[in-house]
Structures are given as structure tokens and as C-alpha cells.
């Protein structure tokens, strides 16, 4: 397998219904087509608020970071989580660079800020982060947040959060068939630590309605334990048994975990996740908000007024001067006057030249803009963590003075860290593997009189099974609230921030019992049990001792979720869609470089045998792909593509025995690798001009 490859063998370096298990898988272009045959594989993504990458395992033990991108140049491993929608009449979209490029041009549909959105009520979204978005949210079924989408009518539709990251994730579903010359058949996907089972479910749903099967669901700070714990343990050492602690800083959350790497056999390392915590209100965008607020209120209320094309403006500088203020003292921003077009949203003047601005700032005023209260939440985190294992006090002070003496142990994790965790814990059998991960956030119940009891405690090792008793005097009804990410009272005492983790307390579900049956006529005695199953997957039974009435309710989120109806629905309209884009793209295709498929057909060779035709084509493109020594324009993704599928037809060819003869099956397989590395050889050129040319464009519409 090619491509950006790292060797991670070991001595070298609810909502649950019957439906849900249910794959259907949208068509997919002819690419692919010819990967039914072939055996599945299980990939890793990292699906981030900002940017998803994806990985997989191969054969040999080695990890290949799948290319996402194809028209990035500087990097196509990474693909930036942006979907616009309707940029075709056919409801055709686009994922990643192209879309970040409408999303500067102030493009209404194009969707980003993806993790937010998903399983969440409008209410529950931060009015800041609405008000900087271009495109429109509207309230559902049950308050649940959806996004406007561009319809033929005046009235737009709406479409669900999770249909729009089914768009992103097929994509790199498809991307990733296209790399690794197999069907994917799942993925294990990582999430913050803060997701609540509600926002899981979401992006379940958004991966079954994308044709992919999850596997499992692990949390970032654990992929990336997973990832590092070849090099957190020294195979020259005697010392077989770390404990690591992980902070994922990322776009828009926190994310620490606790784990405990050992080699308990020559088999592989295990990774033990002891105590996990996350807060999805801190993370880089939080920062370049504080600065981009700063800058804003600093300009002009001409600037401010003129539309949202100086906000866009300014937020681009200043996720610049971010940048710089990393290795420099001081930034500065200078916006030079504009034109605005006739067509810029927002109010005030839409004609006419706006004045630029200019400004600056110093590192020390760009760490003072966080305030105390923002630096607390990642001390408050990281002692959370510590709380839930280390209640010996004189152990939680040595490992505190550690972290002030020795900062030599603080080691900076490399990129793709997270996507290379989840794909070792798809590969299962692999050389690092994950022993257990504690569930994140607690479970409880609240009664309607207000009574609050933790049954679950954030940081449990799966599978539990917990039971509390709970009194309640006779009624008409009684009536359980089934809460996740609450607090005890003990522990929001002992809590120096006790109002951030009240934000993570969420209601999954709610319980009814009829008291009017109780056999004694006072007093009810309920047993509350709460199981989760090693796949996260909760069963809450409430147990009436006083008439042996037992009630059981399987949970996987609240009332927001989507229906099994609802999936099969829009499965249907993405496959419609796909198949109006794969239509549409075949015409363009045809029309743009008939030339070079006629090129195609002039030059292949009809006489002689197909194999050696093939190796022939290998043999001349291998040397000219390694060196990027091609005379035709390829970007950095389709120069990888390309490079994996003469790689699979060499492996293919050194398997043939030149002294047998041909068989009527390998005679039609050299056909289809020949056509295939032809094809895809003359037509990345048509499209890597036309992506080239809708940049350009782009970037003079902006």
C-alpha cells in the first residue's frame, strides 16, 4: 500500500431499534465498482470539528494515512470539515477545500461547525456561535437544530445535521476505497469526551445514512494514547508499566485521558484508559473568537456595518495572526479597502469602497484576552480527571510536582495521532490494542420532586451493572428524568468551576410508574438499575419490590434522534442524489476531455496479451509516479491514487507464472487494471484543470 505510510509494528519504533444494524450502501462512481469482489476493510477516522482524517491498517502491521484532500497541495491527508450544499442544480455538493472557498465567498449553504450541530436543540447552540454563521438554522421536531437548505421553491428546505455530515462522510468513504482498493466496510470514529450519548447516536446515524457501518465509537485522547504507546514504552527498559496522561487540545473541545500502557505479553502493547474528561467549550476556534471579537469591536462601525464580508475578512486575519503570534511577540493586521458587490449580505451600504483597517496586538494582551476564567478550565479538566483515580492525596501531590518540575516529560504529539489510534483499534489484532475505556460522563436519575442520585460515575470501566434504591411515597404517577453528565452535590462542592460541568448535564430519556397498583399503601420501594454493555450501550430497569412490577427501557438518546423511518428516507434522497451527481459529472467528464479519452483509446493495445501490455505500462509509469516525473498536471491526492493502483497491479503481476499459460479469468483481470491506470492516468488531467480553473474563479468571486 502507498502513500503517507508509518510502521507501528511492534521492534520496529433511544434510539436502538432492529433497523439500526441495518447498511444500506449508496451507489458509488465506477471507481469503486470493481472493489465488490474484493475483500472489507475497517478504517479509522478522526472526524474533527475543523478537518477529519482517516487511516488504515495494512496487511503487514504498517499504517497508511489515507489522502482526503485531492486538491490541496500543501497537504491532502487532512480534509476540512466543510459541506456546501446546492451548488449544482441537482442538488449536487462539494467537502473540503472547494467548500472552505465558498464559505469565504459567503456562501449561505455551505455547513461547517459539523460536531456542534449534531444531536443538539436549538436552545442548547451558543447565540455567538449562530450569529457568525452564514448559514441558517431553524428549529426542528422537539427543538432539534436543523440547516437550511436552497430549494427551487421560495421557501427553502430544511435537512438534519446528520444528513449533511452523511455527505462528508461518504466522501471519505468513497476517498477511501479509491486509496486502499477495498471496500470499507466500517470505521471506528472518534469523538470528544464531552459528547453526550444523544450527539453518539447522531453521528451513528449520520454513518448509517452514509452507507457505513460504525464499529466503535472511542474518544480522541484515547486514540491518541494508542497511537504514542510504541514510544511511550522503552523496549530496552526493564520497565514494562507507564501511565500517561493525554491532552487533546482541538478545534472546538478539550480532551484528557488517563491511561496505563503495559506489555503484559509479546503479543502487543495494551493501553488501559483509567479516567477520561473533556469540555466542548474550549478549543482553538474558542481562542480565534476571543481575537476576532477583539479586532471587531476595535474597527470602525462603517466596517462593521458594511455587510458580512468584512467579518469574513477579519476572521481570516485573524486566524493569521494567531499563527504568528505562536512563534513571534507581536501581529498585525492590515485590510485594504474593498469594492462591495451589489449582492453582499447583511445590512448597511452595499455599494461603494469601504476604508481598510489596520491594527495590532502583542502576545501578552492576546493572552490576556482569554481571561482567568478560560485557563481554569483546563486545570479544572485535568484535576477532574485525577479526582476520579488518585484519592490518595500524597500521590495526586507527587504527580502535581512532576508537572512543575520535570516539564522534560511533557512531549508534543505528532499530527494524525487521533486517525492512527482509531485505525489500530479497527484493526483489533493489532500491535497496540485497547484493553477498556471508561464511559465519560455519569448517569443518573432525577424524581419529579427533585431528588438527584448518580448511579453510573463518570470514569466506570465497562461493562457495570449499578443498582440504587430509591423510596418514594404512593402517587398517582411517579416520574424519573434518566440524566446523563450530572454532578452529586459532594462533588460540585469539591469543584473550584462548578457551573461548567452542569453544562454537560443532559436529559436521555424519562421513565412513568403507576403507583395506583402499589401493594403497600405508603411507601414505594423502586430498584433502579443502570447496565452498560462493553459497546456503551445502556439498559436503565426499574424494579417495583412492591408488587414485583419490573419496567426496562433501552436508551441511546433523547427525543431528537432520528427514527428508523427518518434514516431510510434519507438514505433514498442521498442515493438519489448521488446518482444526479455521477450522471452529471459523466457528461462533464465526456465533454471537457473527449480528446484524451479518444487519446485513451488510440494508444491502448488491442494485440497481444493484456499482461504484458500491463506490464508494460507498470513498468514505465512506476518510475515516473516514485519521482513525480509526469508530463501531465496531477495533484498531490490523484498522484497517490495512482500510485496505489500500480502498486496493487505489480502485486497482482508478481504473482502470475510466466511459464503457465493465461487463464480466461487473469486475462480479463489485466484488462481491468489496464483500463484503470490508463483512465485514471488521462483524466485526472481534465480534472485537475477544471479544479484549478473553479479555484481561480473563486478566488476573483472573493
Given at each position: 500500500m502507498s502513500g503517507v505510510t508509518v510502521d507501528y509494528r511492534r521492534g520496529t519504533s433511544p434510539h436502538v431499534t432492529a433497523a439500526s444494524d441495518a447498511e444500506v450502501t449508496p451507489p458509488s462512481d465506477s471507481a469503486t465498482d470493481d472493489l465488490s469482489g474484493t475483500g472489507g476493510c475497517v478504517i479509522g477516522i478522526d472526524f474533527g470539528c475543523t478537518k477529519c482524517e482517516a487511516a488504515v491498517v495494512a496487511e503487514d502491521g504498517s499504517i497508511a494515512l489515507i489522502p482526503l484532500e485531492l486538491q490541496e497541495s500543501g497537504g491532502c491527508i487532512s480534509l476540512p470539515s466543510f459541506v456546501s450544499m446546492g451548488v449544482t442544480p441537482d442538488g449536487g455538493w462539494e467537502v473540503g477545500q472547494p467548500a472552505v472557498s465558498r464559505a469565504k465567498a459567503g456562501h449561505p449553504y455551505t455547513i461547517h461547525d459539523l460536531t456542534m450541530l449534531l444531536g443538539q436543540k436549538l436552545n442548547a447552540l451558543q447565540s455567538q456561535d449562530v450569529a457568525r454563521w452564514e448559514f441558517r438554522i431553524r428549529s426542528g421536531v422537539a427543538d432539534k437544530a436543523v440547516v437550511e437548505y436552497p430549494s427551487t421553491s421560495n421557501t427553502p428546505d430544511l435537512v438534519y445535521p446528520e444528513q449533511v455530515a452523511a455527505m462528508l462522510?461518504?466522501?471519505?468513504?468513497?476517498?477511501?476505497?479509491?486509496?486502499?482498493?477495498?471496500?470499507?466496510?466500517?470505521?471506528?470514529?472518534?469523538?470528544?469526551?464531552?459528547?453526550?450519548?444523544?450527539?453518539?447516536?447522531?453521528?451513528?446515524?449520520?454513518?448509517?445514512?452514509?452507507?457505513?457501518?460504525?464499529?466503535?465509537?472511542?474518544?480522541?485522547?484515547?486514540?491518541?494514547?494508542?497511537?504514542?504507546?510504541?514510544?511511550?514504552?522503552?523496549?530496552?527498559?526493564?520497565?514494562?508499566?507507564?501511565?500517561?496522561?493525554?491532552?487533546?487540545?482541538?478545534?472546538?473541545?478539550l480532551n484528557i485521558a488517563l491511561a496505563r500502557v503495559r506489555v503484559p505479553s509479546r503479543a502487543g502493547i495494551e493501553v488501559d484508559v483509567a479516567a477520561t474528561a473533556g469540555n466542548l467549550e474550549y478549543g482553538g476556534e474558542i481562542l480565534s473568537n476571543r481575537l476576532f471579537e477583539h479586532f471587531h469591536n476595535e474597527a470602525d462601525t462603517t466596517l462593521t456595518t458594511a455587510g458580512t464580508a468584512f467579518s469574513r475578512r477579519l476572521r481570516r486575519a485573524c486566524g493569521l495572526a494567531q499563527k504568528i503570534l505562536s512563534t513571534s511577540d507581536q501581529a498585525s493586521i492590515d485590510l485594504s479597502p474593498w469594492q462591495l458587490r451589489s449582492h453582499a449580505h447583511g445590512s448597511g451600504p452595499v455599494n461603494g469602497m469601504t476604508g481598510g483597517f489596520q491594527s495590532s496586538i502583542s502576545r501578552t494582551d492576546f493572552e490576556n484576552l482569554w481571561g482567568a476564567e478560560i485557563w481554569s478550565r483546563l486545570s479544572d479538566t485535568v484535576d477532574y480527571v485525577l479526582n476520579r483515580v488518585m484519592q490518595v492525596p500524597k500521590l495526586r501531590g507527587v504527580l502535581g510536582d512532576c508537572f512543575a518540575e520535570h516539564w522534560n516529560r511533557i512531549v508534543d504529539l505528532p499530527k494524525h495521532?487521533?486517525?492512527?489510534?482509531?485505525?489500530?483499534?479497527?484493526?483489533?489484532?493489532?500491535?497496540?490494542?485497547?484493553?477498556?475505556?471508561?464511559?465519560?460522563?455519569?448517569?443518573?436519575?432525577?424524581?419529579?420532586?427533585?431528588?438527584?442520585?448518580?448511579?453510573?460515575?463518570?470514569?466506570?470501566?465497562?461493562?457495570?451493572?449499578?443498582?440504587?434504591?430509591?423510596?418514594?411515597?404512593?402517587?398517582?404517577?411517579?416520574?424519573?428524568?434518566?440524566?446523563?453528565?450530572?454532578?452529586?452535590?459532594?462533588?460540585?462542592?469539591?469543584?473550584?468551576?462548578?457551573?461548567?460541568?452542569?453544562?454537560?448535564?443532559?436529559?436521555?430519556?424519562?421513565v412513568l410508574i403507576d403507583g395506583n397498583r402499589a401493594s403497600a399503601p405508603l411507601i414505594l420501594k423502586l430498584e433502579i438499575t443502570f447496565e452498560v454493555d462493553t459497546t456503551d450501550c445502556l439498559t436503565v430497569v426499574i424494579s417495583d419490590k412492591s408488587n414485583d412490577r419490573v419496567t426496562c427501557l433501552q436508551i441511546g438518546g433523547d427525543e431528537t434522534c432520528l427514527s428508523a423511518e427518518v434514516i431510510a428516507l434519507a438514505q433514498a434522497q442521498l442515493s438519489e442524489m448521488l446518482k444526479n451527481t455521477a450522471a452529471t459529472d459523466k457528461s462533464k467528464t465526456q465533454s471537457f476531455s473527449s480528446a484524451l479519452v479518444m487519446l485513451s483509446q488510440n494508444t491502448a493495445i488491442t494485440d497481444g496479451c493484456p499482461i504484458d501490455a500491463l506490464r508494460s505500462s507498470v513498468n514505465k509509469l512506476k518510475p515516473m509516479v516514485q519521482t513525480n516525473n509526469l508530463s501531465v498536471c496531477i495533484p498531490p491526492g490523484d498522484l497517490l491514487l495512482l500510485h496505489s493502483r500500480i502498486e496493487h497491479a505489480s502485486t497482482w503481476l508478481e504473482q502470475i507464472d510466466a511459464t503457465q499459460q493465461c487463464t480466461n479469468q487473469q486475462l480479463k483481470s489485466a484488462r481491468m487494471y489496464l483500463h484503470q491506470i490508463r483512465l485514471f492516468h488521462l483524466s485526472s488531467t481534465a480534472s485537475s484543470a477544471s479544479s484549478q480553473l473553479r479555484h481561480e474563479l473563486n478566488n476573483l468571486d472573493s
Amino acid at each position: 500500500m502507498s502513500g503517507v505510510t508509518v510502521d507501528y509494528r511492534r521492534g520496529t519504533s433511544p434510539h436502538v431499534t432492529a433497523a439500526s444494524d441495518a447498511e444500506v450502501t449508496p451507489p458509488s462512481d465506477s471507481a469503486t465498482d470493481d472493489l465488490s469482489g474484493t475483500g472489507g476493510c475497517v478504517i479509522g477516522i478522526d472526524f474533527g470539528c475543523t478537518k477529519c482524517e482517516a487511516a488504515v491498517v495494512a496487511e503487514d502491521g504498517s499504517i497508511a494515512l489515507i489522502p482526503l484532500e485531492l486538491q490541496e497541495s500543501g497537504g491532502c491527508i487532512s480534509l476540512p470539515s466543510f459541506v456546501s450544499m446546492g451548488v449544482t442544480p441537482d442538488g449536487g455538493w462539494e467537502v473540503g477545500q472547494p467548500a472552505v472557498s465558498r464559505a469565504k465567498a459567503g456562501h449561505p449553504y455551505t455547513i461547517h461547525d459539523l460536531t456542534m450541530l449534531l444531536g443538539q436543540k436549538l436552545n442548547a447552540l451558543q447565540s455567538q456561535d449562530v450569529a457568525r454563521w452564514e448559514f441558517r438554522i431553524r428549529s426542528g421536531v422537539a427543538d432539534k437544530a436543523v440547516v437550511e437548505y436552497p430549494s427551487t421553491s421560495n421557501t427553502p428546505d430544511l435537512v438534519y445535521p446528520e444528513q449533511v455530515a452523511a455527505m462528508l462522510l461518504w466522501t471519505i468513504k468513497h476517498r477511501a476505497e479509491a486509496f486502499i482498493g477495498k471496500r470499507v466496510t466500517g470505521a471506528v470514529i472518534t469523538v470528544p469526551a464531552g459528547y453526550n450519548r444523544t450527539q453518539r447516536q447522531a453521528l451513528r446515524d449520520a454513518c448509517q445514512i452514509a452507507g457505513l457501518r460504525v464499529n466503535r465509537l472511542v474518544i480522541s485522547s484515547t486514540a491518541s494514547a494508542i497511537a504514542k504507546a510504541d514510544s511511550v514504552i522503552d523496549v530496552t527498559s526493564t520497565i514494562f508499566d507507564k501511565t500517561v496522561l493525554v491532552v487533546d487540545y482541538g478545534g472546538r473541545s478539550l480532551n484528557i485521558a488517563l491511561a496505563r500502557v503495559r506489555v503484559p505479553s509479546r503479543a502487543g502493547i495494551e493501553v488501559d484508559v483509567a479516567a477520561t474528561a473533556g469540555n466542548l467549550e474550549y478549543g482553538g476556534e474558542i481562542l480565534s473568537n476571543r481575537l476576532f471579537e477583539h479586532f471587531h469591536n476595535e474597527a470602525d462601525t462603517t466596517l462593521t456595518t458594511a455587510g458580512t464580508a468584512f467579518s469574513r475578512r477579519l476572521r481570516r486575519a485573524c486566524g493569521l495572526a494567531q499563527k504568528i503570534l505562536s512563534t513571534s511577540d507581536q501581529a498585525s493586521i492590515d485590510l485594504s479597502p474593498w469594492q462591495l458587490r451589489s449582492h453582499a449580505h447583511g445590512s448597511g451600504p452595499v455599494n461603494g469602497m469601504t476604508g481598510g483597517f489596520q491594527s495590532s496586538i502583542s502576545r501578552t494582551d492576546f493572552e490576556n484576552l482569554w481571561g482567568a476564567e478560560i485557563w481554569s478550565r483546563l486545570s479544572d479538566t485535568v484535576d477532574y480527571v485525577l479526582n476520579r483515580v488518585m484519592q490518595v492525596p500524597k500521590l495526586r501531590g507527587v504527580l502535581g510536582d512532576c508537572f512543575a518540575e520535570h516539564w522534560n516529560r511533557i512531549v508534543d504529539l505528532p499530527k494524525h495521532t487521533a486517525a492512527i489510534g482509531a485505525a489500530l483499534v479497527a484493526a483489533q489484532n493489532g500491535s497496540q490494542f485497547l484493553k477498556t475505556e471508561p464511559i465519560p460522563l455519569s448517569l443518573g436519575f432525577r424524581s419529579a420532586s427533585g431528588d438527584t442520585l448518580v448511579v453510573v460515575p463518570p470514569s466506570t470501566q465497562l461493562p457495570t451493572q449499578q443498582t440504587r434504591t430509591y423510596y418514594a411515597s404512593c402517587q398517582t404517577e411517579i416520574t424519573f428524568d434518566i440524566l446523563e453528565g450530572l454532578l452529586d452535590p459532594e462533588q460540585e462542592v469539591n469543584r473550584r468551576l462548578a457551573t461548567t460541568p452542569n453544562k454537560l448535564e443532559h436529559c436521555i430519556g424519562r421513565v412513568l410508574i403507576d403507583g395506583n397498583r402499589a401493594s403497600a399503601p405508603l411507601i414505594l420501594k423502586l430498584e433502579i438499575t443502570f447496565e452498560v454493555d462493553t459497546t456503551d450501550c445502556l439498559t436503565v430497569v426499574i424494579s417495583d419490590k412492591s408488587n414485583d412490577r419490573v419496567t426496562c427501557l433501552q436508551i441511546g438518546g433523547d427525543e431528537t434522534c432520528l427514527s428508523a423511518e427518518v434514516i431510510a428516507l434519507a438514505q433514498a434522497q442521498l442515493s438519489e442524489m448521488l446518482k444526479n451527481t455521477a450522471a452529471t459529472d459523466k457528461s462533464k467528464t465526456q465533454s471537457f476531455s473527449s480528446a484524451l479519452v479518444m487519446l485513451s483509446q488510440n494508444t491502448a493495445i488491442t494485440d497481444g496479451c493484456p499482461i504484458d501490455a500491463l506490464r508494460s505500462s507498470v513498468n514505465k509509469l512506476k518510475p515516473m509516479v516514485q519521482t513525480n516525473n509526469l508530463s501531465v498536471c496531477i495533484p498531490p491526492g490523484d498522484l497517490l491514487l495512482l500510485h496505489s493502483r500500480i502498486e496493487h497491479a505489480s502485486t497482482w503481476l508478481e504473482q502470475i507464472d510466466a511459464t503457465q499459460q493465461c487463464t480466461n479469468q487473469q486475462l480479463k483481470s489485466a484488462r481491468m487494471y489496464l483500463h484503470q491506470i490508463r483512465l485514471f492516468h488521462l483524466s485526472s488531467t481534465a480534472s485537475s484543470a477544471s479544479s484549478q480553473l473553479r479555484h481561480e474563479l473563486n478566488n476573483l468571486d472573493s
